[in-house]
């Protein structure tokens, strides 16, 4: 039998939103439906079904920020020239807050265009659509106001997809982090911090030269993770 999920739930939770949203009842309004018994079953029933969708919609309300800095000083974090496409991607799947500040097909066009990745040993923005023309990162306006900028208010939805699944420029994003990979000889050559000690605890891919030419790829380490724990090495981390 299932079970019943209305027991202890009374109109005062259920008649504060509508159901499955975060948009707040009017008062006179929720007063029309406690006097209309047949309307007011319905909206628990509503409520019950839209339970989960609310959920996610609070977890996404544009107006919450727990994060224990102020989003300007977030501005000034995330607007860094020094974060690149790695960085980007890393920062969008953290918590909730800082998720949301990707959801965005245009922001992931603007941190492709201007931010990079490491192709070879050199910094290269990727492109919208994987050019890889631009060298170095670029200044933009839009990646200083991350935080602050205003966010799109939305009432229900699947929020917790995969950011790739709803924005195709992210997926490009993440496509492109996964793409280049270099050899060992390579690695000597462009990272020497990074001993074969170093790349035994890193992922090996084998090559892949099946269906279509964008998705082949080459055997190696991922660049972006060899350059990274170069950058650890560096800082003694590792």
């Not at 299932?2 to 009017?26: A, H, M, N, Q, W």
């Not at 992931?108 to 290269?124: A, D, E, F, K, Y």
């Not at 997926?171 to 492109?176: L, T, Y």
Request: glycine share 6%; proline share 7%.
């Amino acid at each position: 039998m299932p079970k019943d999920t209305s027991k202890g739930i009374g109109p005062d939770e259920y008649l504060k939103f509508y159901p499955g949203t975060i948009k707040r009842v009017p008062a006179q309004e929720q007063a029309e439906i406690l006097n209309d018994p047949t309307r007011l079953k319905k909206w628990q029933q509503d409520f019950l079904s839209g339970r989960a969708t609310q959920k996610r919609a609070r977890a996404e309300d544009y107006i919450s920020w727990s994060l224990p800095i102020p989003r300007e000083i977030m501005d000034m974090i995330l607007g860094d020239e020094a974060l690149g496409v790695r960085e980007h991607l890393i920062l969008a799947a953290t918590c909730p807050e800082l998720r949301r500040l990707y959801h965005s097909n245009d922001i992931w066009s603007v941190i492709m265009n201007c931010r990079t990745l490491p192709i070879n040993g050199s910094p290269i923005a990727p492109g919208s659509v994987g050019t890889f023309k631009v060298h170095g990162a670029q200044p933009s306006p839009r990646l200083q106001r991350l935080a602050t900028a205003p966010q799109k208010k939305k009432a229900n939805g699947a929020f917790f997809k995969p950011l790739e699944e709803q924005y195709s420029l992210h997926n490009i994003a993440r496509r492109e982090f996964f793409r280049h990979r270099i050899p060992r000889d390579k690695v000597r050559q462009l990272y020497p911090l990074v001993t074969d000690e170093h790349l035994s605890r890193m992922q090996y891919y084998e090559a892949f030269t099946g269906g279509y030419s964008s998705d082949r790829r080459a055997a190696g380490y991922l660049e972006s993770a060899v350059e990274w724990m170069s950058f650890r090495i560096a800082s003694g981390l590792a």
